[in-house]
T-cell receptor, first 114, second 116 residues
Framework: DQQVKQNSPSLSVQEGRISILNCDYT??????FLWYKKYPAEGPTFLIS?????DKNEDGRFTVFLNKSAKHLSLHIVPSQPGDSAVYFC?????????????FGTGTRLKVLA | EAGVTQFPSHSVIEKGQTVTLRCDPI?????LYWYRRVMGKEIKFLLH????????ESGMPNNRFLAERTGGTYSTLKVQPAELEDSGVYFC??????????????FGPGTRLTVL
């Protein structure tokens, strides 16, 4: 039973345009959400996070939106750059349950075309 | 500051053999985690140490897996005996404050384990 789902395995976007990556979750106990970026043969690198008390968090070109009622979050990258080409993982945790573990989605491979 | 390091980067073993993976967390990080990614699927939690204590081992697949963190520094994950389904990439991660649930976890580059 997958609690965090990334239904798009891949996405291609032109350089300079917006990339939108989506993530859905089922566990209403999740209260902290993160996006990680992963290049081949490297470990995941933290990108941006959001707690459940917020609906938006922005860091430079990266913005994460959280819609708790829909149990949905998205990552917007504007403008997209070729160096953004990587696999993006959505992750969630339920800190108020006393656990620190992350539950990850299966990832979305983003390709930014020059 | 050095990041999370893992050794070896790759390991190829025969079914039934034993393999030990090592993780060195970021210095000063109390929390250490093991995760595994099998065949391009999601990254799955295995266990969590706070210093030398196992805080959560709910993700450990079975008793063929043994994790230790003696002295609260580096950690080892031993698989004995290895089975074909144990193949995958094993990631280690660390985070700083034992009381802070919302600190992001920093991941190592992973160990790719192939069991033949």
């Amino acid at each position: 039973d997958q609690q965090v789902k990334q239904n798009s395995p891949s996405l291609s976007v032109q350089e300079g345009r917006i990339s939108i990556l989506n993530c859905d979750y089922t566990n209403s106990m999740f209260d902290y959400f993160l996006w990680y970026k992963k290049y081949p043969a490297e470990g995941p690198t933290f990108l941006i996070s959001i707690s459940s008390i917020k609906d938006k968090n922005e860091d430079g070109r990266f913005t994460v939106f959280l819609n708790k009622s829909a149990k949905h979050l998205s990552l917007h990258i504007v403008p997209s750059q070729p160096g953004d080409s990587a696999v993006y993982f959505c992750a969630a945790s339920a800190g108020t349950s006393g656990t620190y573990k992350y539950i990850f989605g299966t990832g979305t491979r983003l390709k930014v075309l020059a | 500051e050095a990041g999370v390091t893992q050794f070896p980067s790759h390991s190829v073993i025969e079914k039934g053999q034993t393999v030990t993976l090592r993780c060195d967390p970021i210095s000063g990080h109390d929390n250490l985690y093991w995760y595994r990614r099998v065949m391009g699927k999601e990254i799955k939690f295995l266990l969590h140490f706070v210093k030398e204590s196992k805080q959560d081992e709910s993700g450990m697949p079975n008793n063929r897996f043994l994790a230790e963190r003696t002295g609260g520094t580096y950690s080892t994950l031993k698989v004995q005996p290895a089975e074909l389904e144990d193949s995958g990439v094993y990631f280690c991660a660390s985070s700083q404050d034992r009381f802070a649930v919302y600190n992001e976890q920093f991941f190592g580059p992973g160990t790719r384990l192939t069991v033949l």
